[in-house]
T-cell receptor, first 114, second 115 residues
Framework: SAVISQKPSRDICQRGTSLTIQCQVDSQVTMMFWYRQQPGQSLTLIAT?????????ESGFVIDKFPISRPNLTFSTLTVSNMSPEDSSIYLC???????????FGDGTRLSIL | QQQVKQSPQSLIVQKGGISIINCAYENTAFDYFPWYQQFPGKGPALLIA?????SEKKEGRFTISFNKSAKQFSLHIMDSQPGDSATYFC??????????????FGQGTILTVHP
């Protein structure tokens, strides 16, 4: 399966600042996604990162708050903008090689906002 | 996203016992049903997955049972071990269109296996 590396693995940030999370995959993948996991909760899809075009956001998530880039088939970034304590969560990158391929997750970025 | 309901929230079993976690879904368009295992500080790891054209899939000690008419599927862990203690998530997605690859997760089950 693909090896997914996320950076940073954790961070503590000040209210009102922004943080960019990187996701690097060791092989080309068709689909890349960003999920959020709030403390002790399940996973919620934020958006699908589309190569060379704007990401597709799920209901409740907007581009101004969570801008996403995907310049190629192995890399994506998620920015959490103008952070508030409510943004304290684990942010997870997920990839799928193609149709009928399993979907895998990175270990996530644990973000705490003070 | 359509809902996937998972139960129980937590489960305690003795070593060697059978752990059973259940999920129910609403959207009949779902056609891919994976189970993930998550340890503290780690991302979810794919455990086993099933498509609705089969009623059961077994991989080692892990078995998925699938009931299409009832819109339910379950994970059975045979001979449960303390190392199986983790949080388990069921999920579902549709195969095609704009929903391809978008997983809807259940609420999670914290499994504790006592030695």
């Amino acid at each position: 399966s693909a090896v997914i590396s996320q950076k940073p693995s954790r961070d503590i940030c000040q209210r009102g600042t922004s943080l960019t999370i990187q996701c690097q995959v060791d092989s080309q993948v068709t689909m890349m996604f960003w999920y959020r996991q709030q403390p002790g909760q399940s996973l919620t899809l934020i958006a699908t990162a589309n190569q060379g075009s704007e990401a597709t956001y799920e209901s409740g998530f907007v581009i101004d708050k969570f801008p996403i880039s995907r310049p190629n088939l192995t890399f994506s970034t998620l920015t959490v903008s103008n952070m508030s304590p409510e943004d304290s969560s684990i942010y997870l990158c997920s990839v799928r090689g193609g149709f009928d391929q399993p979907q895998h997750f990175g270990d996530g970025t644990r973000l705490s906002i003070l | 996203q359509q809902q996937v309901k998972q139960s129980p929230q937590s489960l305690i079993v003795q070593k060697g016992g059978i752990s059973i976690i259940n999920c129910a879904y609403e959207n009949t368009a779902f056609d891919y049903f994976p189970w993930y295992q998550q340890f503290p500080g780690k991302g979810p790891a794919l455990l086993i997955a099933i498509r609705p054209d089969v009623s059961e899939k077994k991989e080692g000690r892990f078995t998925i049972s699938f009931n299409k008419s009832a819109k339910q599927f379950s994970l059975h862990i045979m001979d449960s071990q303390p190392g199986d203690s983790a949080t388990y998530f069921c999920a579902a997605s549709k195969a095609g269109g704009t929903s391809y690859g978008k997983l809807t997760f259940g609420q999670g089950t914290i499994l504790t296996v006592h030695p």
